[in-house]
């Protein structure tokens, strides 16, 4: 098959949902498929970014969006759907196109209806909440531990005052565009012959919280992860760090949880460093707290992926204090294929791959996390026995080539 995949980011500098996509077209492409893969270049910091990797050379769209709220989105929807739709209708008319699989917000409503008028199967894959919330993340409030509920205008109301300070009046005539916003990429992916949720969550808040648009086209097939790659990249790599250490890793974030990151450990009463993998607007707050810390907090910043893969491999365990509803992590994904304890928030998909007590520790609260922690930290036999679990869990459910059979089967029964 010929198989365009227009996704908004791409390796070697993105995050996990680049790499996703990446372990999609490399997979595909190793069973015989041809590629075509196109991404939208709107920041201008990106540039450092073309080029190919791994033999894939994503067709570039220019575009361009001013740094201001509600304008910067109005030019990257509103504005950028309609040139993206027409180009890649082009594409598809160019190289016989035989299925359009967006990935990602910037990609996923243009796909969809290029592929519509062109007469193509058209699929959507959907890693986070960005057709049922504005933000993307269903967090109203980041001090609140409940998620929204719905994108009514009273609750966008609450989402704006953290969001814009002082200023928030201004920003409450915003809501109808908002809304419409929302509808327009909805309606966008009701049109889809299938829309690809990564985790069980997802897909049930995707039915649930799309006013029924969606519903019949979802289906879930998870992120794919190159099991044997990840493995075979850090064997025979020394520790970064002498001696044992917990390991987070991720945006330094609220939707991340990074505030109960802290607070857990210090429950835990962890007796070994602590390693923060990461960067983000939190970073400031993290570091003040973490020079009053009971035990010793190494941030480490933005680290290529090599290195971020190392540090995990090494780790006693990883500490995974998500406060947003996760799709289908990919810090989780790759540390379990490495065989890692892992002591995780209870969020969206997070239970698909950790399992209670089979595969890791699932929590409901910063202290009960905290306790799992410390269970991990104190028992090797624990430990040894739930990092196992997860790496069979993986193998079976993620690997790129289990994933990957699954997409084509869709492509097949969509294709007729």
């Known amino acids: 098959m010929r198989v365009l995949i227009a996704t908004d980011v791409f390796p070697p500098v993105c995050g996990g949902s680049g790499w996703s996509t990446y372990e999609l077209a490399r997979g595909l492409r190793a069973r015989g498929h041809e590629i075509t893969l196109v991404r939208p270049r709107i920041d201008p910091r990106q540039e450092g970014d073309a080029g190919v990797f791994d033999g894939f050379r ?40 035989d299925i359009v699989h967006g990935q990602h917000r910037l990609t996923g409503p243009p796909g969809v209806s290029a592929a519509r008028e062109e007469g193509v199967p058209v699929v959507c894959t ?22 929204c509920p719905a994108c ?43 829309v690809v949720a990564v985790g069980s969550a997802i897909a049930r808040d995707l039915r649930a919280r799309s006013g029924g648009l969606i ?25 970064p760090l002498a001696g044992s250490y917990a390991l987070y890793v991720g945006k330094l974030e609220p939707n991340k949880g990074v505030s109960k990151l802290l607070p857990a450990t210090a429950v835990a009463g962890l007796d070994i460093p602590l390693v923060i993998v990461g960067d983000g607007s939190e970073r400031s707050r993290l570091e003040r707290e973490a020079r009053a810390a009971s035990h010793r907090v190494c941030f480490t ?20 204090p998500s406060h947003g509803p996760e799709s289908l992590s990919r ?27 089979r595969t890791g520790l699932l929590s409901h609260g910063t202290d009960e996390l905290g306790r799992h922690v410390g269970m991990l930290r104190g028992d090797p036999e624990m430990r040894g026995r739930l990092g196992a ?6 193998e079976r459910t993620f690997d790129t080539p289990v994933v990957v059979e699954q997409v084509e089967a869709l492509y097949e029964r969509l294709r007729g």
């Open 389 to 394: 679990a997860a790496r069979r869990h993986v």
């Open 152 to 194: 009514t205008p009273a609750m966008m109301t609450r989402c704006i005052r953290p969001r814009a300070g002082a200023a928030w009046p201004l920003a409450v005539p915003m809501i109808p565009y908002m809304r419409a916003n929302l509808r327009d990429k909805q309606r966008a992916l009701a049109c889809a012959d299938a």
């Open 301 to 320: 910043g933005w680290l290529p992926r090599a290195e971020v893969l190392a540090w995990m491999r090494h780790a006693a365990l990883l500490v995974f």
């Open 58 to 97: 994503p067709i570039e769209f220019h575009a361009w969006a001013p740094n201001a709220p509600y304008l910067r989105n109005y030019f990257k929807n509103e504005l950028l759907y309609p040139r993206l739709t027409r180009f890649l209708r082009a594409l598809i008319r160019e190289r016989d196109i």
């Open 331 to 357: 810090v989780l994904l790759e540390a379990a294929a490495l065989g890692r304890p892992i002591a995780a928030m209870e969020t969206g998909g997070t239970g698909d791959v950790v399992i209670h007590e």
């Open 215 to 239: 519903h019949d086209a979802v289906v879930t097939i998870p992120n794919p992860v190159d099991v044997g790659s990840i493995r075979s990249a850090t064997a025979g790599q020394p520790a």
């Open 126 to 147: 959907i890693r986070d909440y960005w057709p049922v919330c504005y933000w993307s993340d269903l967090i109203h409030d980041p001090a609140d531990e409940q998620l």
